[in-house]
């Protein structure tokens, strides 16, 4: 239900039943809820019976046993019928509530309560002789009215009334009222000792404790003590005068080494500093934390990047072999080397994956699933062990097999990702420029190597036409092939120089000759120079 009053009114509620009632208040936009737990007044019988015509059975004593169930629906329409036709509108209307609690062994032992509503008039002896006669009349069930017993319960038992913890409950024959402690108030005097609430003296202003310090209520009286950070001067009188303290001067806070420390009268606040977080609220900046940015997802690392997390910050790094295509924001945007293999030209495969041009080798994109085989997100990082792992296993299975099987050496290949579904690896196989293999025969040999990994792979290469050198340029192509020009005045020229030169290291080797014998006839020789043809005066020749 929902009201604009201050008091509500709730009806056709079942005699001595507990209810949970949950209020929320809404004042100034803020909702509020409040929960109370309510147990309505009612005039209470313990009844305990035996019944001679019903035979025992386990299931009886298990209340959420069927047979219980069909035996207390059975006796209850059986124990009405004998009402007169007032009980019996009390019943119709559930002023009047019946409920079994136990049955036991000889022949049966039924255990009840009866709940009258006190808002009707009902008295006690009234409700038990009405009992009495409806137990002599039964229809259904022989009751042994020497076993039979009637008294009023006692509703000050305790979990059979709902008097405050602070309250008192005062039994009243067979229902009860409850009244509120000394120094404690009755905020619903309408219904007593319900809802008590100790006066206290720290809230209302009427203690005598100092601002620097804390008031404590305890029941009908109060204490005070000095906050942590201040000093008290009157220690005869606890928490009456204190003088601040500056714990951030002193270094006696609590604060931590992450955090920053503001003096307050009689204590201190302490906050996080800037990209670090807060593990304990409950006593902001005492143990603050780094904020991983890595842990929590607020970062702005590629999911193909390593994030590490560093003081107040973090930094991103493509996964090894994974492209950085904005290098002034590094791992923020990694390709994924996955999404170059929707290329069906292997050289545009290749130039997006390397960034280089077609080499002068034989390229195939080769795609190998993996059907039996399940993708894990640690394949995605050409780092991680599971990466390498089943790459050691493919490079294992496929290479030297298929050079085999090709009887070609030169054949490779490059891993470069997996997907998912089941596991799907995007490689490049090579073979030499002059290997004249087909695409069929090279895919027919690879299948039949990585069957040895996975017996339901399957695999699909596309291969490029034979590269060739690059033709030369037109200017190459005029200067390699071009006639030489006619030059023979120039040969003319070289061979009469070499002939020159060929004389003059003759003459120079005689004179050389001359010179020697020389010294062997005279005993020494003289070259001396008069004039630029370079004059020879041999003595004693």
């Known amino acids: 239900m929902e009201t604009r009053g201050r008091a509500a009114e709730l009806r056709n509620l079942r005699p001595d039943i507990e209810y949970r009632i949950i209020i929320q208040t809404t004042t100034c936009g803020q909702m509020q809820t409040l929960t109370r737990t309510v147990r309505t007044v009612a005039i209470v019988l313990e009844v305990s019976t035996r019944i001679t015509n019903v035979q025992f059975d386990r299931d009886l004593e298990d209340k959420q046993s069927q047979a219980f169930k069909d035996f207390e629906r059975n006796f209850i329409a059986d124990l009405v019928r004998g009402f007169n036709e007032n009980f019996r509108e009390l019943q119709r209307r559930g002023r009047l509530r019946i409920e079994i609690n136990s049955i036991r062994r000889g022949s049966i032992l039924v255990n009840f309560t009866v709940a009258v509503s006190t808002n009707v008039t009902a008295p006690t002896t009234t409700v038990s002789d009405e009992l009495t006669t409806s137990l002599n009349t039964s229809e259904r069930f ?143 900046g005492a143990q603050c934390k780094d904020i991983d940015e890595c842990r929590t997802g607020n970062n702005t690392c590629s999911d193909l990047a390593v994030c590490t997390n560093t003081p107040g910050n973090f930094s991103c790094s493509c996964f090894q072999g994974i492209l950085d295509s904005k290098p002034s924001s590094p791992g923020t945007q990694c390709n994924d080397p996955n999404d170059c293999f929707t290329n069906e030209d292997p050289c545009a495969l290749f130039k997006c994956l390397t960034n280089n041009d077609c080499p002068t080798r034989r390229i195939f994109k080769t795609i190998i699933t993996l059907k039996s085989k399940t993708f894990t997100n640690d394949l995605r990082n050409p780092a991680s062990d599971a990466f390498l792992t089943l790459s050691s296993e493919i490079r294992n299975a496929v290479v030297q097999p298929v050079r085999t099987a090709l009887q070609d050496n030169t054949f490779n290949i490059t891993i470069f990702g997996f997907q998912n579904g089941s596991i799907v690896a995007n490689i490049l196989s090579f073979l030499n420029n002059a290997s004249n293999i087909t695409n069929a025969v090279l895919q027919m040999a690879i299948v039949d190597a990585v069957r040895t990994v996975d017996s339901q792979a399957t695999v699909n290469v596309t291969g490029n036409t034979q590269v ?74």
């Open 468 to 541: 060739t050198t690059p033709a030369p340029t037109t200017s190459q192509t005029v200067s390699t092939l071009q006639a030489p020009a006619d030059n023979s005045g120039f040969r003319v020229a070289v061979i009469v120089l070499g002939v020159i030169l060929g004389v003059s290291l003759l003459l120079i080797l005689a004179g050389v000759l001359a010179m020697v014998c020389m010294k062997r006839k005279s005993g020494r020789y003289l070259i001396s120079s008069s004039d630029m043809l370079q004059r020879y005066n041999y003595t004693n020749m």
């Open 142 to 284: 022989n009751v042994d009215l020497q076993k039979t017993s009637i008294v009023e319960r006692d509703s000050c038992q305790t979990g059979l009334n709902d008097c405050s913890g602070n309250g008192t409950c005062i039994r009243l024959n067979a229902t009860y009222t409850c009244q509120c402690n000394p120094g404690f108030n009755d905020t619903s005097p309408s219904t007593p000792g319900r809802i008590c609430e100790d006066i206290d003296e720290c809230q209302s202003g009427s203690s005598t404790c100092s601002a620097l310090a804390s008031c404590t209520n305890t029941p009908g009286n109060f204490t005070c003590s000095c906050l942590a950070g201040t000093m008290d001067t009157n220690p005869a009188n606890p928490g009456t005068q204190c003088e601040d303290i500056d714990e951030c001067q002193t270094g006696n806070d609590t604060c931590s080494a992450l955090a920053t420390c503001t003096n307050t009268p009689g204590n201190f606040t302490c906050s996080c500093l800037a990209g670090t977080m807060d593990t304990d609220p409950a006593n902001p």
